[in-house]
Nanobody, 120 residues
């Protein structure tokens, strides 16, 4: 089995910072890539940022220059540093990873989500 566990969410004032972490554990042969998605109330889940196993990153336009995704492959952990937070960043943030367990095909796994609320 594979588990993704997020941490680091919370309430922060506009302009503040938070750092999200996601640890992947379980039967892992290879992690092809990891990422962060978010879903605000009444909206569809959207991509925030992704990082490949080789370290290449891509960020949504709405967070470029404010958020930075990074990973520690040795620890099977992905981070999201969020600076200059805005109220519109308020959402549940989900960790995602494409993992090959050694059986069948690689597939996507999701964490349970962590709430980020930006409000004064």
């Amino acid at each position: 089995q594979v588990q993704l566990v997020e941490s680091g969410g919370g309430l922060v004032q506009p302009g503040g910072s938070l750092r999200l972490s996601c640890i992947v554990s379980g039967t892992i042969f290879r992690i092809n890539g990891m990422g962060w998605y978010r879903q605000a109330p009444g909206k569809q889940r959207e991509l925030v940022a992704i990082v490949t196993s080789g370290g290449s990153t891509n960020h949504a336009d709405s967070v470029k220059g404010r958020f930075t995704i990074s990973s520690d492959n040795a620890k099977n952990t992905v981070y999201l540093q969020m600076n200059s937070l805005k109220p519109e960043d308020t959402a549940v943030y989900y960790c995602n990873a494409e993992i090959y367990t050694g059986y069948g095909r690689a597939r996507n796994y999701w964490g349970q989500g962590t709430q980020v609320t930006v409000s004064s």
